[in-house]
């Protein structure tokens, strides 16, 4: 008998709040924090908006993008009753998304180093210490598996997917599963260079929607079996990822991976789609992605299951996205409550898809998050509230 | 539950198809070491024009084509045709991603400024492109993973690859993991030794320090260990085993006839594989053939499997004085 996945803990950190409820307050009052990068600077003549994290402590160790998960991390274990002493030498695994923490990405270096200054190698050292999954892992004397997805933007998702089938498998009796990604002037050029990068706060499903913002997180959620006998916030009833096989950087236009690994997600919950409260969507605001999801989700689930997306609170955190969305689908079906869609107007008859305007109240169901990814990764994660 | 291997495909120094590899193994050939301000071990993936048009590999940079040819070079030599694997999904594994991407798009920012970014080096540094070429470019619609998490890189692909077909996700799954150099890492294990070059990797002189960077990319097509298989099984991958329990497993498990080591001249880890008590069996390496990288493993992986012997364990330094370990059996 496979066990099930109980989620006992939830952390959260991002532009909408640096703590999962001040995240939630943010979104329920409608409060967009996108603003022109403090963090970085460029050459170029517009300033695209970021959604970025203030007042991140520096004490927290770790690269940026580590910092932001340990905080997430100590939100999410102090909620399932777990210190991380008690965690020392025990066998609990590890699996966190990330993009930029997986990448040599230090401009500074690279450049004294193209320019034959023989720069220090300490931002290797760094980099080689700064795997997310690894550096938590490590910090915490952990002995089970240790796994880091980078599946772009659908990492946090495939996360948690991954850490879960651990759980159901029998390999650990805990994980720490989620995504994390700090903001970096590489990401930021390179989205902007690929014309999908939005000069003004996002509008995701508008008929007007003219690209992303990025942003950055972290998002964690503490796995279990029930042999610690904690009370289950809730569950990961499916999961489901498959590929478009399509193109490098655009979604397939009908959708084919996403109708697949949602066809997936359902049947490992063994519900249909009518079951569904709401749909947190990947929701980027980008034309192509919008329109794509949009098709998917007219055909698969029935026209009255709301939509929302909370990068219109949270910015495209890339590898968090899918962990920080994962972590907000429960707690809003915990709240019996799902925020506005911030940034729609107009219905883009392209899209189809009107997602929530205002706060609504949501019945007891399940929660469906999805993520699309550069390379036609499309991952779904399904949750059910406990009780 | 193990898995068969039903077909390999492996691109290093030694060449670019599982045979120059086996070939290789067998002290026919010798790898290809480039030296500029420090030796290299430099794979070849040339090999990839007569297997793919022009057209199919416009734009596809050096470490997708390294991942591109050990993929094809895996299913022709397992001798099924894609269409007849079932449903068929992908996980690769890197430590460093596609650093000659990664770099060419910061070449883009340092040389030509900020508003000329380039957009195509942007697409493609990301980790998971190779994968998702390979699924473009086979036409694969079924799951496609990417992980990045150096010494547990390896482990953590063949054993998600187990999940999913233990769990009837896939009946099938290419599943490889490999790294590529650039003079970045050159610099930087030329500073870490000070600038003096070893003559040549000795992965069993465990205290010598004798590291060179090296590149290559291994794939192993996998199925259900009830289907024949080619090379054998690959049993549980056992992560983060003390030295105590692996030289317990190595004493208890009679059956093991050889221990293949994924040591790379690098001292630091040297001490943990010197522990090792293998009694009695013998002890073999082979970073000497393609260099130094996190995700060598698999060519070590490859190589055990290549061996005469039915039931080799394969020791990874995994960190902390710790090993993954991997088990083949009865071919």
């Known amino acids: ?387 | 539950m193990v898995l068969s291997v039903l077909g390999m495909g492996a691109v290093s120094a030694l060449g670019g198809s599982i045979d120059e590899f086996r070939a290789g193994l067998e002290g026919h050939g010798k790898p290809f070491i480039e030296v500029a301000e420090f030796p290299v071990y430099r794979a070849d993936s040339s090999g990839l024009q007569n297997k793919r048009s022009q057209r199919a590999l416009r734009r596809i940079d050096s470490f997708t084509r390294m991942a591109l040819l050990a993929s094809f070079d895996a299913i022709k030599d397992s001798g099924i045709a894609l269409k007849d694997m079932g449903r068929t999904g992908i996980i690769f594994g890197s430590a460093f991603g596609p650093l000659n991407t990664t770099f060419a798009f910061q070449d883009s920012l340092i040389d030509d400024g900020d508003k000329c970014a380039s957009p195509l080096h942007f697409a493609a540094s990301v980790h998971n492109s190779p994968a998702a070429q390979v699924s473009i470019q086979m036409g694969i619609d079924g799951p496609v993973q990417t992980l990045s998490a150096f010494n547990h890189t390896v482990s953590g692909v063949l054993e998600l690859a187990r999940s999913w077909i233990e769990n009837g996700i896939v009946d099938t799954v290419i599943a490889g993991a490999g790294d590529e150099y650039c003079p970045l890492r050159g610099y930087a294990t030329a500073r870490m030794l000070n600038g003096i070059a070893p003559s040549g990797i000795q992965p069993l002189d465990f205290d010598k320090c004798s590291y060179l960077p090296g590149e290559g990319f291994a794939v192993f097509i996998l199925a259900n260990g009830e289907k024949p298989s080619k090379y054998g099984v690959l049993k549980k991958t056992s992560v983060r085993v003390g030295i105590d329990e692996s030289n317990s497993i190595l004493k208890d498990g009679k059956n093991i006839k050889a221990l293949f080591l994924a040591a790379n001249g690098n001292n630091g880890e040297g001490e943990t594989y010197a522990k090792i008590n293998a009694g009695n069996i013998p002890v073999r390496a082979h970073s000497h053939l393609y260099g130094a990288f996190p995700c060598a493993t698999a060519l070590s992986i490859a190589a055990a499997l290549l061996s005469e012997e039915n039931s080799v364990l394969c020791a990874e330094y995994s960190g902390d004085g710790e090993l993954n370990l991997y088990e083949t059996g009865e071919k």
């Open chain 1, 1 to 387: 008998m496979r066990n099930a996945v109980s989620i006992t803990g939830i952390g959260s950190i991002c532009a909408a709040g640096n703590t999962l409820d001040l995240s939630m307050v943010s979104m329920y009052a409608g409060i967009r924090n996108c603003s022109p990068p403090v963090l970085i600077k460029s050459s170029l003549d517009t300033e695209y908006p970021v959604f970025e994290v203030k007042n991140l402590s520096d004490k927290l160790p770790g690269s940026r993008t580590v910092k932001l998960a340990w905080k997430a991390l100590h939100e999410a274990l102090e909620q399932a009753g777990l210190s991380e002493k008690e965690l020392n030498g025990k066998n609990v695994g590890v699996c966190i998304g990330t993009t930029v923490g997986c990448t040599l990405n230090n401009e500074a270096f690279y450049r004294d180093f193209k320019a034959g200054i023989k720069p220090d190698i300490k931002p290797i050292h760094d980099f080689l210490s700064n795997n997310p999954a690894l550096n938590i892992s490590k910090a915490l004397d952990l002995k089970g598996p240790v796994s880091c997805p980078v599946n772009a933007c659908a990492s946090g998702t495939d996360a948690i997917g991954i850490a879960a089938s651990w759980i159901r498998d029998g390999i650990c009796d805990i994980a720490i599963a989620g995504g994390t990604d700090e903001l970096s002037r590489i990401t930021y050029l390179g989205f902007i260079s690929l014309l999908i990068s939005s000069g003004t706060p996002c509008r995701p499903f508008d008929k007007n929607r003219n690209g992303l913002n990025l942003g950055e997180g972290a998002g964690i959620l503490i796995l279990e079996n029930n042999k610690r006998k904690r009370k289950s916030l809730g569950e990961i009833c499916g999961y489901g990822t498959c590929s478009d096989a399509y193109h490098p950087t655009k979604p397939h236009p009908e959708g084919k991976g996403l109708l697949k690994a949602l066809s997936m997600a359902f049947a490992q919950a063994g519900i249909s789609p009518d079951k569904t409260a709401f749909i947190n969507a990947h929701g980027t605001s980008t034309p192509d992605n919008d329109r794509a999801e949009g098709n998917v989700i007219k055909s698969f689930f029935p026209s009255e299951v709301p939509v929302f997306s909370s990068k219109s609170y949270t910015g495209h955190t890339l590898g968090a996205a899918g962990a920080i969305e994962a972590v907000f689908s429960l707690r809003s079906l915990l709240d019996g409550r799902l925020p506005a869609t911030a940034g729609f107007t107009d219905y883009d008859e392209a899209c189809g898809i009107i997602p929530t305007t205002e706060n609504i109240e949501i019945d007891s169901g399940y929660a469906v998050s999805n993520s699309l990814a550069f390379g036609g990764g499309n991952s779904c994660l399904i949750f059910r509230k406990e009780g």
